[in-house]
């Protein structure tokens, strides 16, 4: 007895039984491949703690892992940061459609973060993804996604959610169907290698052909009324408006305006902050993710 109360006399105030340090893991594996690895970033906290998902962007053909944690840090979430297959990869691997490879990555690794709640003192529920570009428009797609959990499942990280508590992403794609695209912004370019064809061109006039791969893999396809709250931020033209062809397409806040539209139709609560729209709350996804992952 005297042994156990001098451990806990060496204990900080308010710590519980939790002395030991906050953790930062690097490169943790959540599959075979040598992509598949995340980094973790433990907040400080006697309770379970809600996480930021981070997924880099880099038009899943390039980029890495390395984030900042300290803002989210210093708010008491945690935060993970994961690597994932590009398309090449999912060439190689012959998986169609490649796009497969690193949005089903991502699933994976966001059911091994559930399955590590007790172990990294995470609140399974709250969890809110991030990322820019083709990180966020993986983002939108597993918010918008239905569970992928398989509670039959022998593996147990199969078993676990992939359903999210938001998301606040960052010059997002939200589409992946040229038609629609093309009719948002005429000049529009991005995406073909997602279904590995060549060009865009080449990705419209097969559109039919690829069309289920388009619905099950664009996230505005996926859009329900029991989607979380979604967060959308984007550089860009002051005076975007559907139809134009701006400099940068492929991270327009037309893209935005439009996957805003849809979410209202629907039902789903939605921010849009772009030059043209600025927030007084939330000036970008950092302080919109603190801000709802913290709210009691």
């Excluded at 590009?86 to 059911?111: C, S």
């Excluded at 590995?196 to 061109?201: A, D, E, Y």
């Excluded at 039902?267 to 709350?281: N, T």
Aim: glycine share 8%.
């Amino acid at each position: 007895m005297k042994f156990v109360l001098s451990i806990l006399l060496l204990l900080p105030l308010g710590s519980g039984l939790r002395a030991e340090e906050p953790k930062t893991l690097r490169n943790v594996p959540y599959g075979k491949h040598e992509r598949q690895v995340l980094d973790f970033y433990q907040a400080a906290s006697d309770k379970p703690t809600p996480v930021v998902f981070y997924i880099h962007g880099g038009g899943w053909s390039n980029g890495d892992k390395k984030t900042n944690p300290k803002p989210f840090l210093d708010k008491g979430i945690s935060v993970v940061a994961i690597n994932y297959r590009f398309v090449k990869h999912g060439v190689e691997e012959k998986i169609a459609p490649p796009v497969k490879a690193p949005l089903e990555d991502a699933a994976r690794a966001l059911q091994f973060v559930r399955s590590k709640a007790v172990e990294w003192n995470l609140d399974k529920k709250r969890i809110g993804a991030t990322g820019g570009s083709a990180g966020g428009c993986s983002s939108l797609w597993l918010a918008f996604h239905d569970d992928m959990a398989n509670p039959k499942s022998d593996d147990p990280i199969a078993r676990e959610s992939t359903r999210l508590y938001c998301a606040a992403v960052n010059g997002a794609q939200t589409s992946l169907d040229p038609r629609e695209l093309r009719e948002w912004m005429p000049n529009y370019r991005y995406g073909a290698h997602a279904f590995g064809l060549p060009n865009f061109q080449s990705l419209f006039d097969n559109r039919e052909k690829v069309l289920k791969w388009i619905e099950e893999y664009s996230p505005i396809e996926l859009v329900t009324k029991d989607d979380p709250p979604i967060a959308l931020f984007y550089g860009g033209d002051k005076d975007a408006k559907v139809g134009d062809s701006p400099k940068d397409p492929t991270h327009s806040p037309i893209l935005g305006i439009k996957l805003e539209e849809k979410l209202k139709k629907t039902g789903v609560e939605v921010l849009l902050v772009y030059p043209g729209r600025p927030s007084e709350k939330y000036k970008n996804s950092t302080e919109y993710l603190i801000e709802r992952l913290t709210r009691k």
